[in-house]
């Protein structure tokens, strides 16, 4: 069975730094590409970053481009997001999700760490 | 950047009403069209997979169809345990974007 485990959020003062893990488990990492979805409180989700199962392509939504760094650890089985210069407009939940192997969309989302970023 | 729209923004149904909800993209993006249902407090659920295809275990009143900018889900017979939020989400490949519709909450009458 696939486990996402996100860890890392927290409150944060706007302008400071954040960095989120997510620790997977069930599956072969490696063999997939893995995404941040973001949710913020009564709203709907919203796609962050991605990148793919060797790290050569990763992708950012324009409001976090610039500002967030995805990667990721084959070795560890971790997918790790890096949030600098962060908003007010940050805070959401964040989701670790895994892409589904014979289709691009979302097969398994962990239970999401959540950020809140207020001075 | 592709733009995801839905329609209606929310609606009540009776139970064992049909409901329809649409959900259109910006430009072509084909059948890469996923739809989730997410209930208060959990993650997304992913029930149908490339516009039309239904997740193993999804109950069959689900289903969805359209292709190119212009797609349909239904749930045929309304049950008290489809109360949620459906999203659409088209998808691509990195480094291109993915974008989630704004949702239709469905309630009961």
């Known amino acids: 069975e696939v486990h996402l485990v996100e860890s890392g959020g927290g409150l944060v003062q706007p302008g400071r730094s954040l960095r989120l893990s997510c620790a997977a488990s069930?599956?072969?990492?490696?063999?997939?590409?893995m995404h941040w979805v973001r949710q913020a409180p009564g709203k709907g989700p919203e796609w962050v970053s991605g990148?793919?199962?060797?790290?050569?392509?990763?992708g950012y939504a324009d409001s976090v481009k610039g500002r967030f760094t995805i990667s990721r650890d084959n070795a560890r089985n971790s997918l790790y997001l890096q949030m600098n210069s962060l908003r007010s407009e940050d805070t959401a939940l964040y989701y670790c999700?895994?892409?589904?192997?014979?289709?691009?969309?979302?097969?398994?989302w962990g239970l999401g760490t959540l950020v809140t970023v207020s001075s | 950047d592709i733009q995801m729209t839905q329609s209606p923004s929310s609606l009540s149904a009776s139970v064992g009403d049909r409901v329809t909800i649409t959900c259109q993209a910006s430009?072509?993006?084909?059948?890469?069209l996923i739809w989730y249902q997410q209930k208060p407090g959990k993650a997304p659920k992913v029930l149908i997979y490339?516009?039309?295809n239904l997740i193993t275990g999804v109950p069959s009143r689900f289903s969805g169809s359209g292709s190119g900018t212009d797609f349909t889900f239904t749930i045929s017979s309304l049950q008290p345990e489809d109360v949620a939020t459906y999203y659409c989400?088209?998808?691509?490949?990195?480094?291109?974007?993915?974008?989630f519709g704004p949702g239709t909450k469905v309630d009961l009458k």
């Open positions: 999700v895994k892409v589904a192997l014979l289709w691009g969309g979302f097969d398994s």
């Open positions: 069930g599956f072969t990492f490696d063999d997939y590409a």
């Open positions: 990148i793919t199962w060797n790290s050569g392509n990763t």
């Open positions: 430009q072509d993006i084909s059948n890469s």
């Open positions: 490339d516009a039309s």
């Open positions: 989400q088209q998808y691509d490949y990195l480094p291109r974007e993915f974008t």
